[in-house]
């Protein structure tokens, strides 16, 4: 059974960097898929933040592309999510998940809430 | 990107059938048979009901059924359910590995 779950600060203040980790079980995050971050802004819809490949390639939303950094740690079978110069239009419920070649998310964490506030 | 077009909310009666819309462009939904559609109620993380237009994960019921047609997507629920009642969002590959969501569809059984 393939289990996400998401861990990282819930409070990150303006301009900073918002760091979030997925850890997996249940698969080897290097053998296979996708592996990405979607989010969703309180009372909002969903937003795909960007995808890592088990290779380590990467896409991201071009809209965030200039602010995100996804990455693999296949020691701890992780992989993580970087945001910067977050402003409070960052604050979200983030998902971490799993993706098929053909887009679609099948194993997702539970998501975690992460406010930008001073 | 921009976001796929989908109605803010539909709602319908048990044991009715309902159809939710999702409309994109020839670059997402009309360039590739790769749509997914999601429930989500609420504080939960989303659940797949289709992906690749209309096929369906082991578990989901045959009640949800996808399609498309050029550039618009559909998700049907037959013989609507209490339980039903939630937010969807649809989903497309749109090139070079990017995903784009829909803006979400409240259902409400009456």
């Known amino acids: 059974q393939v289990q996400l779950q998401e861990s990282g600060p819930g409070l990150v203040k303006p301009s900073e960097t918002l760091s979030l980790t997925c850890t997996v079980s249940?698969?080897?995050?290097?053998?296979?898929?996708?592996w990405g971050w979607i989010r969703q802004p309180p009372g909002k819809g969903l937003e795909w933040i960007g995808s890592?490949?088990?290779?380590?390639?990467?896409y991201y939303n071009p809209s965030l592309k200039s602010r995100v950094t996804v990455s693999l740690d296949t020691s701890k079978n992780q992989f993580s999510l970087k945001l910067s110069s977050v402003t409070a239009a960052d604050t979200a419920v983030y998902y971490c998940a799993r993706r098929t070649s053909s887009s679609s998310w099948y194993y997702w964490g539970q998501g975690t809430l992460v406010t930008v506030s001073s | 990107q921009s976001a796929l077009t989908q109605p803010a909310s539909v709602s319908g009666s048990p044991g009715q059938s309902i159809t939710i819309s999702c409309t994109g462009t020839s670059s997402d939904v009309g360039g590739y048979d790769y749509v997914s559609w999601y429930q989500q109620h609420p504080g939960k993380a989303p659940k797949l009901m289709i992906f690749?237009?209309?096929n369906r994960p082991s578990g989901v019921s045959n009640r949800f059924s996808g399609s498309k047609s050029g550039n618009t997507a559909s998700l049907t629920i037959s013989g609507l359910q209490a339980e039903d009642e939630a937010d969807y969002y649809c989903s497309s590959y749109a090139s070079s590995s990017n995903v784009v969501f829909g803006g979400g569809t409240k259902l409400t059984v009456l």
């Open positions: 890592i490949y088990h290779s380590g390639s990467t």
């Open positions: 249940g698969y080897s995050i290097s053998s296979g898929y996708y």
């Open positions: 690749d237009v209309s």
